[in-house]
Structures are given as C-alpha cells and as structure tokens.
C-alpha cells in the first residue's frame, strides 16, 4: 500500500467510527436493569427521541421537555436555568456519560420530577438512555 491509499484507508475508518457511541459495560449493566424493571427485552431509540425532544406536562411550566435545558441536539451542550453548562448528553461526545448508576438515578429523579411532576417509568429511562447512547 502506498502512502496516498493509506492516508485515504485512515481517514475513511476516521470518517467511519466519527460519532459513533462506545459501549461501557456499566452503562449496559444500568440499561439492562431497566429493562429487567420494565419487564421488556429491548428499548427503542426512537421513543426515546421522541420522549426526549416531546412536550409533557405535569412538570415545572418551564422545563416542559427536556430540551429547554438539554437543546434539541443531544450533541450540543446545553445550559442549567441558572447558565451552568451541561455537556453533550450525546454518549459519542461525553463518553463517560450514564456510567455512574447513583448519578444516573440522581438526573433521571431530579430531571423527571422537573419535566413530569413525577418519577420517570423504567420503560422511559431505557428508551431515553437507549437514545442517548445511540447518538
């Protein structure tokens, strides 16, 4: 191989693997123990998007979704009502995202009771980490 087919061999593998989301296995371990909790073999990215960017109530008027805090673009940081940055919830730009299961626990409480005036469903945390991990 020469130099030109090798330069253009790495770059199609950089382009490849860009954005794609690693797998930890403590962010597995915490999504398969929502799916033991919801009773369900799988979660669905595309709930979680749409649970992720939908308006609900319940919660705070402010914070109707999660996206007033998080941006539409899970890729993008995002800013506390009080201007702290919150990084990317996007797995493939803030890899060590979702893999501290007490941390975990904290923001799903914290964020649900905000967005839903409740605890938020095993069903939907799977669908909604499901999601973010995808990214």
């Not at 330069?7 to 915490?30: E, H, S």
């Not at 992720?52 to 009502?81: D, I, L, M, V, Y």
Request: net charge positive; with cysteine.
């Amino acid at each position: 191989m020469n130099q030109k087919t090798t330069a253009i061999t790495v770059l199609a593998l950089g382009i490849a693997t860009f954005g794609i989301a690693k797998a930890d296995p403590t962010r597995d371990a915490i999504i398969a123990g929502f799916a033991v909790e919801a009773g369900v073999p799988s979660f669905s990215a595309e709930d979680g998007k749409a649970f992720f960017q939908g308006n609900h109530s319940g919660g705070k008027p402010e914070t109707p979704s999660c996206t007033p805090c998080h941006t539409n673009s899970p890729h993008a940081a995002g800013k506390t009502r009080v201007g702290k940055v919150i990084e990317p919830m996007a797995v493939s730009v803030t890899p060590a995202r979702f893999t501290n299961p007490e941390t975990v626990a904290k923001w799903f409480r914290r964020n649900c009771s905000s967005v839903l005036g409740r605890e938020c469903s095993a069903l939907e945390k799977g669908n909604i980490l499901t999601y973010l991990s995808s990214l």
